[in-house]
């Protein structure tokens, strides 16, 4: 799925704690089974689905088949948005912080 076609909002899909961790878990593993994931979770099948539905609408996770199983992997080029977005925010705040620090030796002068 490319970018422009998205379902979902990559800052919407990380939101959720239980989402940030299956990305966490996925990163960690090339591939992993959807029995793996949901026995990292107090949740059912169901749920973990759901999760990764979300994940999946927002071009943040793969899948295939393979036999009677679906594995599932991370694809983390949309997160680069949210690196970005940090980025900007970064930058912000050190100029900021910069500016301030000269003040404050100005008036230290």
Request: without cysteine.
């Amino acid at each position: 799925m490319s970018e422009n076609n998205r379902l979902r909002d990559v800052f919407d899909a990380i939101a959720d704690p239980t989402r940030r961790r299956l990305i966490r878990l996925l990163a960690e593993a090339k591939e992993i089974p959807l029995h793996e994931l949901t026995a990292q979770f107090q949740m059912g099948r169901t749920a973990v689905s759901k999760h990764l539905t979300i994940l999946r609408e927002a071009g943040l996770v793969l899948d295939r088949k393979a036999g009677r199983e679906t594995l599932f992997r991370l694809n983390a080029a949309p997160l680069r948005e949210i690196q970005d977005w940090v980025a900007f925010y970064n930058k912000f705040w050190s100029s900021n912080l910069l500016r301030l620090n000269q003040l404050l030796e100005e008036e230290d002068e």
